[in-house]
């Protein structure tokens, strides 16, 4: 990783280190340590470091497989225009010319991520869980012209997606098609889950409005600045979809501290029908993953064996 430290970090440093970050399905991520004990880190977007196999897709659909450069860098401009944290972007190279793959380096922060300050010191963390909570505000207050990817939509791109519950409603009906083949469970219980998921879809009032959200926001893809601030990292699939989908998400990832993250407004038939179909989507998403080499089967296996339970439960089973 020589030559792509050198060139983010020019002449006066060398690379004297660089580790494979734990984590990252998509992207390798590295720490580079110069000569002068300064940091930095490195994401790779290479077929080797990416282990999801889902085939040929639409790049225009909002949950279309988010790795690249381009989504990084849309995402990177769009949150920097808004003064929303997430680590200084030091260097984009999509050509390959420096890694022989696309890669980008950004700066190092020192506090953690906030999942480990929320479970080392849970009071010293209420305070950035709640600048989290004013970086929401302002992202959920962004509107955008058509459902998508920013990198699609902010450079004038459509989506065939018009309809988010819609799309959510269409892939939870394909997921408990893909896992009923492999989970007794959902097998047996699948025509209450298809009944389930249509009848919620039937509730939900239609809607024209299209908000920025993150996506995939857990606490472990925030980290703590120097001063406390929090910032987001894993940005590449941040798009116009509903808000409900971040908060059902945050839900799930804050547990018990999601009370500081709550909003009013929310549109609760949108709440109830992305609640089972994000239960359903964290069982087909680790099956595919385990289909593959990924280096740490432990998790995503413990996720793929939790959900079901979870989304049974949603439909009284």
């Not at 064996?305 to 949603?314: F, G, I, K, Q, S």
């Amino acid at each position: 990783m020589s030559p792509l430290a050198r060139a983010a970090a020019g002449p006066g440093r060398s690379l004297a280190a660089a580790a494979r970050l734990r984590g990252g399905s998509k992207k390798g991520v590295y720490r580079l340590t110069f000569d002068d004990d300064t940091t930095a880190v490195a994401y790779v977007w290479s077929p080797d470091e990416d282990f999801w196999d889902d085939g040929p897709g639409d790049p225009r659909d909002p949950f279309a497989h988010a790795s690249g450069p381009d989504l990084f860098t849309a995402a990177y401009d769009r949150l920097s225009a808004l003064g929303v944290r997430t680590p200084r972007l030091l260097l984009a190279d999509d050509s390959g010319r420096h890694l022989g793959a696309a890669a980008a380096v950004v700066e190092d922060l020192p506090g953690g991520s906030l999942e480990e300050a929320l479970r080392n010191d849970p009071d010293a963390a209420r305070a950035p869980l709640e600048r989290l909570a004013e970086t929401l505000a302002v992202l959920h207050a962004q509107r955008g012209p058509a459902v998508g990817k920013v990198a699609l939509v902010d450079n004038g791109g459509a989506s065939p997606v018009t309809s988010c519950e819609r799309r959510v409603t269409e892939g939870a009906l394909r997921d408990i098609a893909a896992v009923a083949v492999r989970d007794a469970r959902i097998a047996t219980a699948r025509q209450d889950l298809e009944a389930a998921v249509r009848g919620l879809a039937a509730e939900v009032r239609p809607r024209a409005r299209h908000t920025l959200i993150h996506g995939e926001l857990g606490p472990d893809h925030v980290l703590l600045a120097a001063d406390g601030r929090p910032a987001l990292i894993d940005i590449e699939g941040l798009m116009y979809f509903d808000a409900e989908w971040e908060h059902v998400f945050l839900e799930l990832r804050f547990g018990r501290w999601y009370d500081v993250l709550r909003v009013p407004g929310l549109d609760e038939d949108r709440l109830r029908l992305y609640r089972l179909a994000m239960r359903l989507s964290l069982v087909a998403g680790p099956l595919r993953l385990l289909d593959g080499d990924y280096p740490e089967p432990g998790p995503m296996r413990a996720i793929a064996e939790h959900n079901p339970v979870r989304a049974l439960e949603l439909v009284g089973r």
